[in-house]
C-alpha cells in the first residue's frame, strides 16, 4: 500500500509495527505487520504480511515427535516447542485424521515450513498441510486447518464471453494435451528385473541328471518359464551369459534366441567346447625347442625309404599333414627313397614328411631308420683322427652303410668337416670331403685345435625356429580342418580373443582364424600379454538405460479429436521403473493427477467485471469454490478463489484470481515410489535369510529350478553321492516341521508375560499359557516347561541343550550317542590322516579300507565277492580255488576240478594224506 507522507501517520509506518486493515467481506479487522517500507518524495510504500506469518521468522527448540497425533496434538506441540513463544496463537481444525509426527528441530528452517510447506503438485513433505490436508484459514493468530476452507458458491463463469482477454486464451492454449513418460536407471546388482546378461562365445556340452532332458527358460531371472527341453551330451553353441540376480545364484548361458539353460548342468570341459573371452594383446610367433609339436610344419633335410607289405604303388601321397588332407592320385611302394623337406605333426601327435610340393608321407609307411637312409646336414667343423689300426681308419663312399670303402686315413691326422649324418643304424658320420664319410668313432672333437661341429638335431632344430609355418584354424580347436593359412616364425600378430578348450589356449588373431598360444612369446619389447577388461574399466562402461513407451506418447481422452497434441515431456526416473509396462502404469496415474488435457484455470477478474450476473463475486472470499464453463472444449471445471486483491478505501475488492485447486496430497504416484521403498527393504531383508529359507525356497520352484536350487543345497551342506529325490524327500520333511513350529510360535494364543517375583526386581520372566505350561527366560537359562514343570526343550547356561525333537541342518560335533540312526544317504568315515575310509550306504552298502569283523552269525542273502583269501575263525579258510578245514598241521583240501588227467568234472579231496577224485563222466 503507499502512503501520503505529509499525512499525521506517516512517521508511525515503521518496520516491524502493526497496522489494522480490512482484506474482505468476512476479513474484517486483519493485524498486518510491516516487513519494509520504501519513502519517496511523493509517497511511502509499505509491504506487509498478515501477523501469523510471524511463524516464518520464528522456529522450534526442540525435536517433536509424536505417535498417532491429530492436527490438534501436532499444533499445541509446534506451539509449545516455539523459540520465540506466541502465547496467543489459537488452533482448531475438523479434521479427523491422524498422522505420525516427527520434526528435528535441527532441519527446520522456520515454522511456517511445519504447517504450509508443500509444493504445488502436492507432493508429501513433512507438513501439517501434506500429513493432513486440508486448507489454512486466518483470523489475526486464530488459526484453522479445515477440510474446506470456503464454501461453494455455485456461482458459474462462462469463459470465453464477458470476461475474455489474450492472456486467457493463450491459457488455454497451452494446456498439454498429451505426455511422453521416460524413466532412466542404472543397471546393478540390487536388481531383479535387470538384464544382466553379457555377450559370449563358446560351445558346451549338457550334463543333466534329471530325466526327460534339461529345460529350457525364456529368461535366466525369477518369474521365468520353460520353454523346452535339451538332451543330455548335446553340444550347443552360446551367445549370452548371466550370473547377476539370477535363480539360485547360478550361472546361465543362452543357447538359442531367448533360450536359456542353467549352468549348473552346462560344461565347457570336455573336448570340443571352448569359452571365448575378450582380450588384447600382440605376439611374437615363436618355435621353441620342441619342433615336434602338434599342428607344425618345420624344415627338414634328409632321406627316407617306403616301407609297405601291401604290394607295390600301394602307398598314397596326400595334399597336407593336417585335417583338410586329401589323397593326389599318387602312390608310392616299398623301398623307393625320396628327400624329406618339411617334417609335420598332427593333432594326434602322428608325424608326417613332406617330399614335394603338396605331397605328404605317413611316417607309418616312411623310415630313416634303415641303414641305408639318413639325414644329411651342412655343418662346419675340425676333426683329429683317432684309430689303433695301423692302416688307419676307413673311409667310405657314403653314411649309413650305403657305400663301400674308398680309402684310410691315417691315425692323428686333422680334417676338416663340412657334412653330418645320422643313419638307420644309429651310427654318427662326418663328411671330411665330396663323397668321404668317416664314422664317428675314428673321431676326436676334445683335443687343441679340433672343433665340434653342429649336431644335425641342432641344425633341424635351429632351421625351424627360423623358417617353420604355424597353422591358421577356423575356431579354437584340432578337431577341424585348418584353413590353409599359415603363420610365419618371427612375425608379430595382434590377439583379439582367447578361448580355452580342453586344456589348450587358443588366441584368435582376426576373425575366426585362431593358433595354439603355445606358439606365441611376449618376450619382446613390442609384445603385449593378452589381458581382459579390468574391473575399472568394465564399471566404466555401465551406462543408464532409458526406457520410453512403444507408442512414445499417452494421449487425454479430451483430445481425442484435436489435429495437433501438445505434449509435455515427463521423466518418472524417482518410481523404479525398468519396463514399459511399468511406465505405462505410472505415466496414466501421472495424467489422473496432473489432470493432463483439462486447461488450467487462472482467471483474473477486476471490478469492472464482478457485475451483472457476476455482482456475487463481489462478496466471495479465499478458498471459495465457482464453476468455470470453457465453451471451446465442452467442459466445466470447478476452481478456488486462490488470490484477492482489497481496496481498503473503498472497501471493496479490486480483483479475484480463480485458480487451479491444491492438488490432494494423497497421489497415485505417490504410491509408485512407496512401492520402490518397500522393494529395496525386500532386498535388504534378503540378505537376512538363512539354509531353512533357502529349503523352502527350493521346494516352491518346479523342474530344473528345483532340481538346481536342491543341488546348491547339497553343495552347500557337503552332501555327495546322494539322489536328488532322496535329498529333496528329507528336504520336505525339514521345510514341514520348521513350517509347523514357526506357525506354533507365531499363534501364542492368549499367554501373559509376567515377571517374579515383580517387575521391580525381576528374577525370571515368564510367558505362562492357560494349560499352566510356561516359557521362562532366568539368569541360568531358557526353556520351555510342561504343566508337570519338566521342560520340553531348553538351552541353560552350562551349555547343554535338551528337546524332544531337534530338525537342522547340519549337526557338527565331536560325539554322538543313539540308539538308532535312519536317514536316506551314507555315513562316511575316515581315520581323520587321509588314510583308511569307510562308507556305509544305503544304495551301495558296505565299503571299506580297513578289515571287516562280524563277531556272530551272519547272513549274505545276494552273494558274497572275495577277492583275496577267506579265513573263518580257526577252523575254514579258502586259499585261491581251495578250501581247507581244520588247523595247519591236521588240514583237509577240497578243492574244485576241471581236467587235469581226470574225466569231467568234480572235486578234488586231501584227507590225512591220502587224495580223493569225485568227478563226473
Known amino acids: 500500500m503507499t502512503y501520503n507522507p505529509a499525512d499525521p501517520l506517516a512517521k508511525e509506518l515503521q518496520k516491524g509495527r502493526i497496522i489494522l486493515a480490512d482484506c474482505g467481506p468476512d476479513s474484517l479487522r486483519q493485524k498486518f505487520r510491516i516487513t519494509r517500507v520504501v519513502k519517496s518524495g511523493a509517497a511511502v510504500t509499505i509491504e506487509a504480511s498478515q501477523i501469523w506469518g510471524d511463524l516464518a521468522y520464528d522456529t522450534i527448540s526442540s525435536t517433536i515427535s509424536i505417535a498417532n497425533a491429530s492436527p490438534s496434538d501436532t499444533f499445541s506441540a509446534i506451539s509449545s516447542a516455539l523459540a520465540d513463544p506466541i502465547p496467543s496463537l489459537n488452533f482448531s481444525s475438523d479434521i479427523t485424521k491422524v498422522a505420525n509426527i516427527g520434526f528435528d528441530f535441527k532441519s527446520i528452517n522456520n515454522t511456517m515450513d511445519m504447517l504450509i510447506d508443500a509444493d504445488e503438485a502436492g507432493d508429501q513433505t513433512n507438513s501439517m498441510a501434506s500429513l493432513f490436508g486440508g486448507e489454512w484459514v486466518a483470523d489475526n493468530y486464530n488459526l484453522k ?50 538384464d544382466t546378461s553379457t555377450a559370449f562365445s563358446g560351445t558346451g556340452i549338457v550334463q543333466y541328471v534329471g530325466t526327460g532332458g534339461l529345460q529350457m527358460y525364456d529368461t535366466p531371472y525369477a518369474g521365468h518359464k520353460v520353454v523346452g527341453t535339451v538332451q543330455n551330451d548335446t553340444y550347443y553353441k552360446v551367445s549370452r551369459q548371466a550370473s547377476d540376480n539370477t535363480v539360485n545364484d547360478d550361472t546361465w548361458y543362452e543357447i538359442g534366441t531367448n533360450n536359456w539353460v542353467d549352468g549348473q548342468f ?94 605328404w608321407i605317413d611316417s607309418t609307411y616312411f623310415s630313416v631308420e634303415k641303414n641305408t637312409d639318413f639325414v644329411i646336414v651342412p655343418c662346419r667343423g675340425i676333426v683329429i683322427i683317432k684309430t689303433d689300426d695301423a692302416g688307419g681308419a676307413p673311409v667310405y663312399t657314403a653314411p649309413g652303410g650305403a657305400g663301400y670303402v674308398q680309402r684310410h686315413v691315417a691315425n692323428g691326422t686333422k680334417w676338416q668337416v663340412t657334412g653330418e649324418a645320422t643313419g638307420g643304424d644309429g651310427n654318427t658320420w662326418y663328411r671330411i670331403a665330396t663323397n668321404q664319410w668317416i664314422t664317428s668313432d675314428v673321431c676326436d672333437f676334445s683335443s687343441n685345435g679340433t672343433v665340434t661341429p653342429t649336431t644335425v638335431d641342432d641344425k633341424n632344430t635351429e632351421e625351424a625356429q627360423a623358417l617353420g609355418k604355424v597353422p591358421i584354424y577356423p575356431s579354437p580347436t584340432y578337431n577341424v580342418a585348418p584353413t590353409g593359412q599359415y603363420l610365419q616364425a618371427g612375425s608379430r600378430w595382434k590377439i583379439t580373443a582367447q578361448a580355452d578348450n580342453n586344456g589348450t589356449t587358443w588366441y584368435e588373431v582376426a576373425t575366426n582364424e585362431w593358433v595354439d598360444s603355445k606358439w606365441f612369446s611376449f618376450t619382446s619389447a613390442d609384445d603385449v600379454t593378452p589381458a581382459g577388461p579390468s574391473d575399472s574399466d568394465s564399471d566404466d562402461e555401465v551406462a543408464d538405460v532409458t526406457v520410453q513407451l512403444p507408442e512414445l506418447i499417452l494421449k487425454s481422452d479430451l483430445a481425442a479429436n484435436d489435429e495437433r497434441l501438445r505434449v509435455l515431456p515427463v521423466d518418472l526416473s524417482d518410481y523404479n521403473i525398468q519396463d514399459a509396462d511399468k511406465l505405462r502404469e505410472v505415466a496414466q496415474a501421472y495424467m489422473q493427477d496432473y489432470r493432463i488435457g ?5 482467471l483474473t477478474l477486476n471490478y469492472a467485471q464482478m457485475t451483472g450476473d457476476y455482482s456475487q463475486l463481489t ?6 469454490r465457482v464453476s468455470v464453463e470453457f465453451d471451446k472444449l465442452d467442459i466445466a471445471e470447478d476452481a478456488e478463489v486462490s488470490e484477492t486483491v482489497w481496496d481498503i478505501p473503498a472497501h471493496r475488492y479490486d480483483s479475484i484470481i480463480i485458480g487451479e485447486p491444491p492438488i490432494s496430497y494423497t497421489h497415485l504416484v505417490q504410491q509408485y515410489q512407496q512401492q520402490a521403498v518397500e522393494k529395496s527393504t525386500q532386498q535388504a531383508s534378503k540378505q537376512a535369510t538363512g539354509l531353512f529359507d533357502q529349503i523352502h525356497s527350493a521346494l516352491q520352484q518346479q523342474g530344473s529350478d528345483q532340481n538346481a536350487a536342491i543341488e546348491n543345497v547339497m553343495k552347500e551342506l557337503g552332501i555327495q553321492g546322494d539322489s536328488i529325490t532322496a535329498v529333496k524327500n528329507q528336504m520336505e520333511i525339514v521345510d514341514q516341521t520348521v513350517t509347523d513350529v514357526s506357525d506354533w510360535i507365531n499363534s501364542s494364543g492368549t499367554a501373559t508375560i509376567q515377571a517374579y517375583p515383580n517387575w521391580q526386581t525381576p528374577q525370571d520372566l515368564r510367558a505362562v499359557n492357560d494349560d499352566d505350561s510356561y516359557m521362562k527366560f532366568d539368569a541360568n537359562g531358557l526353556g520351555f516347561y510342561s504343566n508337570g514343570n519338566l521342560v520340553r526343550s531348553a538351552i541353560d547356561s552350562q551349555g547343554r541343550i535338551v528337546a524332544e525333537s531337534i ?115
Open 598 to 602: 483439462y486447461p488450467t484455470v487462472t
Open 619 to 624: 462478496q466471495i472470499g479465499l478458498y471459495d
Open 145 to 194: 486447518l479445515l477440510q474446506h476452507g470456503g464454501d461453494d458458491t455455485h456461482i458459474i463463469v462462462k469463459y470465453g464471453r464477458n470476461i475474455q482477454t489474450i492472456e486467457q486464451d493463450e491459457q488455454i492454449d497451452k494446456t498439454y494435451t498429451a505426455i511422453m513418460p521416460f524413466a532412466t536407471y542404472t543397471p546393478d546388482s540390487t536388481s531383479t528385473t535387470t
Open 807 to 921: 530338525t537342522a541342518g547340519t549337526v557338527t560335533g565331536l560325539k554322538m550317542d543313539a540308539c538308532q540312526i535312519t536317514g536316506t544317504s551314507g555315513i562316511s568315515l575316515n581315520d581323520g590322516d587321509g588314510g583308511i575310509e569307510t562308507e556305509i550306504s544305503a544304495a551301495h552298502g558296505i565299503s571299506t579300507g580297513g578289515g571287516l569283523e562280524a563277531w556272530s552269525w551272519s547272513r549274505f542273502h545276494q552273494g558274497v565277492d572275495i577277492y583275496a583269501d577267506l579265513y573263518v575263525a580257526n577252523d575254514i579258510r579258502t586259499v585261491g580255488s581251495s578250501i581247507y578245514f581244520g588247523d595247519d598241521s591236521n588240514a583237509a583240501e577240497l578243492k574244485y576240478i576241471e581236467s587235469g588227467g581226470y574225466k569231467g568234472q568234480g572235486f578234488y579231496l586231501n584227507f590225512n594224506g591220502v587224495d580223493h577224485h569225485i568227478v563226473t563222466d
Open 266 to 359: 552346462f560344461t565347457f570341459d570336455k573336448s570340443g567346447s571352448y569359452v571365448v573371452n575378450n582380450v588384447s594383446g600382440s605376439g611374437t610367433i615363436t618355435i621353441g625347442d620342441n619342433t615336434d609339436s602338434t599342428g607344425l610344419i618345420v624344415p627338414f633335410q634328409g632321406v627316407g625309404s617306403v616301407v609297405s607289405y601291401a604290394g607295390p604303388k600301394s602307398i598314397a601321397i596326400w595334399t597336407s599333414p593336417f585335417a583338410d588332407k586329401k589323397a593326389t592320385g599318387e602312390y608310392v611302394g616299398n623301398g623307393e627313397r625320396f628327400k624329406i623337406w618339411y617334417k609335420a605333426t598332427d593333432s594326434a601327435g602322428h608325424v608326417w614328411y613332406n617330399i614335394g610340393t603338396n605331397s
